[in-house]
Every structure is written in C-alpha cells, then in structure tokens.
C-alpha cells in the first residue's frame, strides 16, 4: 500500500527549521503570555487621537508592534499545526492565538472611528508635524479612504469580537478535510493499493494508466459527494459570515467588501471573467490538441493532469530541482539568486509529504523579523520542482518586502503577491527549454505551460466565476446545500470545458470537486492568480528579452511591499491591470505555444 511516511520518518535536511521562530514551545508560551498582559495598554490612547500627533504616534507604534509580535505567535502555532494537523496540542495553540487575535482586535477598535472623526486636512497635518507618522500615512490615508464603510467605535469593537467566530467555518473544513475524512482506497492496475490522501490524489491523477486517472477521480471525487451535505453547510456557513461582515461594513456586495481592501473597483473582477470567457475557443484548441497528443478519441476530464508524452516523463531530486530554479533565475541577478540559495539550504522549506500534512504548498513570509517559510508536498515530478518556484516567488517578495518596508507597509495584496509566483514559472519554462532541446523533451515542457495556462487562468477564472455566482445567491437570500453547489459547479465547469460541443467531457462525479478546494474558505482569493498570471506573462517576456529598465522596476515593486495600492504597483512595473493587454498578452503566447508544439509533433512523426 501506497501511504505517506510519518513526520519522524522523514529525514531532517528536508524540514523547516521552526527554531528560527522559536526556540521551543516553553519560549513561544512566554511570549505569547507577554504579549496578552500588554496589549490592554493600548486602552490609555482611546479618546486622544485625534487631538495629539504625538499620541496619534504613540498608539500606532504600540498597535503595530503588538501586531508584528501576534502574527510571529501565530505563524508558529499554525505551521506546528500544518506539519501534522492530527497534532490537537498545536491545533490548541492556534486556537489561542485566534482568541488573542480577536482581543486585539476588540482593544484596538476605537482607532479607526477616532481617526475618522478627523477631517483629511487635519490628518494630512497631523502626518507633515509628527515624524513618528510617516510608517504609518498609507494605513491612515487609507483609512480616510475607507470612511462609509467603518462603524462607531462600539460598534467596531463588537464586529471585532464576532472574529472569535468567524474563522469556524474554515477551521471546521480544515480539520475534517485534512485529518477526519475517510481518505478512499484504490487498487491500481499493477496490483498497488493506494490511499487517496490530498497529496496522493494530486499525484495519482497524472498517471498514465487512464483506467487508472479514472478510477482515482471516481474514487476521490465520489467520497467527496459522499460528504456533500457536510461540505455544503461548512461552505454557506463562510457564505453567511461574509454576507454578514458586507452587511456591517456598508458595501453593495460580498465582492465588493472583498476587493475594496486593495481599493480595487468590482469591474475589474467582472470584466476578467468576461474576456476570459471571449477567449474560451482558445482553450479548447488546447484540449482538442492534448486529446490528439493523448490519442484519445475522446478527452475527459480526468485525462488532463497525466504528462502529455509518457516516454519522456522524467523525475527529479529535491538538490537537482534547486539547481535548476538557480540557474532560471539568474536574470533577477546575484543578490536575488543568493537569497533563494539561503532558503534551498538553511531550512526554510519542509519539503516532503508526511501522513497528516496539510495538502497543497504555501509560503508565509508573514513574520516580519524571521526568513519567510515554505510548505509542500514534493513527489520529484516537473510539477513539484514548478511550485517550488512559485512558493519562492512568494518567499522572495515577502524577503524583500520585509527588509524595505516597515512592518506597517511590508505586507502587499494577493492581486501582487501572486505576480511573483508566475513570474517565476515562466523564466524556469524557459530556463529548462534551453537546457533540453531534445523536440520530445521540449513537447513536454511546452505542455506543460498549456497546462499552467489551463491550471492558473482558466481554472482559477472558473473557480472565481463559481464563487461569484454562490456569494450572489446567498447575498439574494437562497439558501445553499451541498447538492445546489455541485449542481452549479457541474454547470459552469462544462461550460468551460466545452462538453456540449464535445471537446471535454465533464463526467458527473466531477460535480463534488468544489469540496476538494481550500481557497473558497478565503473570500474571493482565486481570481487573483489569474489576474497575476497575466501580467506576469507580460513582464518576464520583457525581462528575459534583456529589458534592463524592466528588471529594475520589477524588483522595485517586489520590494515596495503594501507601500501603495496593487494596481498603481503593477502600472510602476509597467502592466496596466485594467486594460485587456495583459490577458490578450497571455493569449496570443498561449497560441504562439501551441503554433510550436504542433510543428514540434509533426517532427516526432
């Protein structure tokens, strides 16, 4: 039987080092008990910010400092509790945090109503007079920004305290989906019975065997639905939470609420699913290209994760696979290279999947005076040596960040942060491109970027476009089960993949995938990597074009952190977000692969 390891099974050179946070759980305990029994001092200042730059300064420099040392507590209790999530001691300490997140949160609720109080004039003056200020004049011009959609000061501590609960519904999903499901059995076609755990279903469904790819997602998926009501209620249960933070926050939609932190207009949401859905033809040229590469009559949904050609699947080590990102990222030059060195070789990464892992990868560069951390789940495939890269473009950005930017600026959006990831991808695309010219071995690799187009802008544009619709119906009052958001998600994923016209089947056990998916738990997160993808796609075919001038100003964004919104950050890197370019871009290079993968097949034949 196919299974994990447990954690004290796997070898020591392949796991983060959480010592860099702490040095054991006895010191993390004290400081988090330090930080309880101080942060009612933040209560002195309530009442005197508005009439005293120096107090105005004096609390934003406590509120900030107590927030850099909660989110340090916080990213060790939650990735002690990642690395097993069967382990209910660190479950326990991060519930802990939550808590004191939340008191936090209640004790420094009259801020923002006292800093809305002022007039702009007064705070712009308030800024020029106070030194101290000047960290913190985005978060206050920002505020300002924000003014209809902010409470009185108790009703900001009470929308404060409802945070104890509002993590439930993705707590409850995590746990259940990580640790308590009954993760199905398979028997696969020579004779190897595997657990079909998140890590293993995300392997297996690349298998070449297709009576194999077909049974795991059978399997998989159909437990899933098994499990439907369960799904279904922890999902409308987040529904109902952001319907209820949109209700006290004054917005006209969840969307809304969502995109306005980054003072991004709900249009441009919109306007990406409408130019994506334009482009749908081109995707389908691609499935109908793959079908022919696959030499299936007939695609289905479960032949799109196995490698286009099997004879040149090929697998790598851990050590290899950082050569290789070293040598792609060469042209963001030494000082950028030598960070991700540091980070391949002094422990930032846990690498290898364990029994009770948490699924999927992330880098959470969140703990401003640490190196920033990276889990994953590494199998030696391409793919895994390819999230490698992405979760380093999220570890680079946050190291520059943090050491440009104070902490009240260091932390930057999604819609920027997921620029980085991509960016990455595409210069170890082209790295390995030149390194094997082999047409074979290039027909993989150009396969696989369709296969990151596929993954990254359509996929994920399909997933926003499925949490748009829910949020709609549940801000209209339907309520939502399981079966209602299989029944939705089975819709529009046919329609993207073309099933009535033939070009995909979508079979019906595909409706209970939305179960399988973590990020609709985080309020309109997915589109972003699509967002990011184009624009990332226009700035590395400059930067690898010897565009110099590009290079300077993409480092420059990465470290200016959350300095200023994410749209003008991209304008300075030179994308315009709000314009089709970006995705017109990133669909002509999809076509301009696939003009070259056709030519590179009628070589091979």
Same mark, same amino acid.
């Given at each position: 039987?196919?299974?994990?390891?447990?954690?004290?099974?796997?070898?020591?050179?392949?796991?983060?080092?959480?010592?860099?946070?702490?040095?054991?759980?006895?010191?993390?305990?004290?400081?988090?008990?330090?930080?309880?029994?101080?942060?009612?001092?933040?209560?002195?200042?309530?009442?005197?910010?508005?009439?005293?730059?120096?107090?105005?300064?004096?609390?934003?420099?406590?509120?900030?400092?107590?927030?850099?040392?909660?989110?340090?507590?916080?990213?060790?209790?939650?990735?002690?509790?990642?690395?097993?999530?069967?382990?209910?001691?660190?479950?326990?300490?991060?519930?802990?945090?939550?808590?004191?997140?939340?008191?936090?949160?209640?004790?420094?609720?009259?801020?923002?109503?006292?800093?809305?109080?002022?007039?702009?004039?007064?705070?712009?003056?308030?800024?020029?007079?106070?030194?101290?200020?000047?960290?913190?004049?985005?978060?206050?011009?920002?505020?300002?920004?924000?003014?209809?959609?902010?409470?009185?000061?108790?009703?900001?501590?009470?929308?404060?305290?409802?945070?104890?609960?509002?993590?439930?519904?993705?707590?409850?999903?995590?746990?259940?989906?990580?640790?308590?499901?009954?993760?199905?059995?398979?028997?696969?076609?020579?004779?190897?019975?595997?657990?079909?755990?998140?890590?293993?279903?995300?392997?297996?469904?690349?298998?070449?065997?297709?009576?194999?790819?077909?049974?795991?997602?059978?399997?998989?998926?159909?437990?899933?639905?098994?499990?439907?009501?369960?799904?279904?209620?922890?999902?409308?249960?987040?529904?109902?939470?952001?319907?209820?933070?949109?209700?006290?926050?004054?917005?006209?939609?969840?969307?809304?609420?969502?995109?306005?932190?980054?003072?991004?207009?709900?249009?441009?949401?919109?306007?990406?699913?409408?130019?994506?859905?334009?482009?749908?033809?081109?995707?389908?040229?691609?499935?109908?290209?793959?079908?022919?590469?696959?030499?299936?009559?007939?695609?289905?949904?479960?032949?799109?994760?196995?490698?286009? !050609?099997?004879?040149?699947?090929?697998?790598?080590?851990? @050590?290899?696979?950082?050569?290789? &990102? =070293? *040598? /792609?990222?060469?042209? +963001?030059?030494?000082?950028?290279?030598?960070?991700?060195?540091?980070?391949?070789?002094?422990?930032?990464?846990?690498?290898?999947?364990?029994?009770?892992?948490?699924?999927?990868?992330?880098?959470?560069?969140?703990?401003?005076?640490?190196?920033?951390?990276?889990?994953?789940?590494?199998?030696?495939?391409?793919?895994?040596?390819?999230?490698?890269?992405?979760?380093?473009?999220?570890?680079?950005?946050?190291?520059?960040?943090?050491?440009?930017?104070?902490?009240?600026?260091?932390?930057?959006?999604?819609?920027?942060?997921?620029?980085?990831?991509?960016?990455?991808?595409?210069?170890?695309?082209?790295?390995?491109?030149?390194?094997?010219?082999?047409?074979?071995?290039?027909?993989?690799?150009?396969?696989?970027?369709?296969?990151?187009?596929?993954?990254? !802008?359509?996929?994920?544009?399909?997933?926003?476009?499925? @949490?748009?619709?829910?949020?709609? &119906? =549940? *801000? /209209?009052?339907?309520? +939502?089960?399981?079966?209602?958001?299989?029944?939705?998600?089975?819709?529009?994923?046919?329609?993207?993949?073309?099933?009535?016209?033939?070009?995909?089947?979508?079979?019906?056990?595909?409706?209970?995938?939305?179960?399988?998916?973590?990020?609709?738990?985080?309020?309109?997160?997915?589109?972003?990597?699509?967002?990011?993808?184009?624009?990332?796609?226009?700035?590395?075919?400059?930067?690898?074009?010897?565009?110099?001038?590009?290079?300077?100003?993409?480092?420059?964004?990465?470290?200016?952190?959350?300095?200023?919104?994410?749209?003008?950050?991209?304008?300075?890197?030179?994308?315009?977000?709000?314009?089709?370019?970006?995705?017109?871009?990133?669909?002509?290079?999809?076509?301009?692969?696939?003009?070259?993968?056709?030519?590179?097949?009628?070589?091979?034949?």
């Amino acid at each position: 039987m196919i299974q994990n390891p447990e954690r004290s099974e796997i070898d020591p050179k392949y796991k983060w080092n959480l010592t860099d946070l702490y040095a054991s759980e006895e010191i993390w305990k004290k400081e988090k008990e330090g930080l309880q029994a101080k942060i009612s001092d933040l209560e002195q200042f309530s009442g005197r910010l508005s009439s005293s730059a120096t107090d105005m300064s004096l609390a934003l420099s406590m509120l900030f400092d107590f927030n850099k040392a909660f989110t340090k507590l916080y990213c060790y209790a939650n990735m002690l509790s990642d690395q097993d999530t069967r382990d209910s001691k660190a479950m326990a300490m991060s519930q802990e945090m939550m808590a004191i997140g939340s008191q936090l949160s209640s004790l420094s609720s009259f801020i923002e109503p006292e800093i809305l109080t002022m007039s702009r004039d007064t705070l712009e003056s308030f800024i020029k007079i106070e030194p101290g200020l000047a960290p913190y004049a985005f978060y206050l011009r920002d505020t300002i920004r924000r003014q209809t959609h902010t409470g009185s000061a108790g009703e900001e501590k009470i929308i404060a305290e409802a945070g104890l609960l509002s993590d439930a519904p993705h707590s409850i999903y995590s746990v259940f989906s990580n640790a308590d499901f009954p993760f199905p059995e398979v028997t696969l076609a020579d004779g190897s019975l595997v657990k079909l755990d998140h890590a293993n279903f995300a392997y297996c469904r690349s298998l070449s065997h297709r009576g194999d790819r077909k049974k795991i997602f059978e399997s998989f998926l159909g437990k899933l639905y098994d499990y439907r009501r369960t799904f279904g209620a922890q999902l409308y249960a987040e529904l109902k939470k952001s319907v209820f933070y949109k209700n006290v926050r004054k917005y006209d939609s969840n969307l809304q609420n969502a995109l306005d932190s980054n003072g991004i207009e709900t249009e441009v949401y919109h306007n990406h699913i409408r130019q994506l859905r334009s482009h749908l033809p081109s995707f389908h040229r691609y499935l109908k290209l793959r079908a022919q590469i696959l030499k299936v009559d007939q695609l289905h949904y479960y032949d799109l994760y196995t490698p286009l !050609l099997k004879d040149v699947e090929k697998k790598f080590t851990v @050590e290899e696979s950082g050569d290789f &990102l =070293v *040598e /792609a990222l060469s042209p +963001l030059g030494s000082g950028y290279v030598d960070v991700v060195k540091k980070a391949l070789s002094e422990h930032w990464i846990d690498m290898m999947p364990n029994e009770g892992k948490r699924s999927g990868a992330y880098s959470n560069g969140a703990a401003y005076d640490v190196h920033p951390y990276i889990l994953m789940n590494f199998k030696g495939q391409y793919d895994d040596m390819s999230t490698m890269m992405h979760e380093l473009g999220h570890t680079m950005h946050s190291y520059l960040s943090n050491k440009t930017q104070p902490f009240s600026m260091a932390q930057y959006s999604i819609f920027v942060a997921e620029v980085a990831s991509t960016f990455n991808e595409a210069l170890l695309m082209e790295s390995m491109l030149k390194k094997f010219p082999d047409p074979a071995i290039q027909l993989s690799l150009l396969g696989h970027y369709l296969e990151g187009v596929k993954g990254t !802008l359509f996929r994920q544009t399909q997933f926003a476009e499925f @949490e748009l619709r829910i949020n709609e &119906l =549940v *801000e /209209a009052g339907e309520a +939502l089960t399981g079966d209602r958001f299989s029944e939705i998600y089975l819709s529009i994923t046919r329609d993207y993949y073309g099933h009535e016209q033939g070009v995909c089947i979508v079979d019906d056990f595909v409706q209970s995938e939305w179960a399988y998916i973590p990020h609709f738990y985080y309020n309109f997160y997915v589109y972003q990597y699509a967002t990011s993808f184009t624009a990332s796609a226009a700035l590395s075919e400059k930067i690898l074009s010897g565009d110099e001038a590009t290079t300077k100003n993409y480092l420059k964004m990465l470290r200016s952190g959350g300095s200023e919104y994410p749209l003008q950050l991209l304008r300075g890197a030179g994308v315009d977000m709000t314009s089709p370019g970006p995705m017109n871009l990133t669909i002509q290079k999809m076509n301009r692969v696939m003009d070259r993968i056709e030519q590179l097949l009628e070589k091979l034949n």
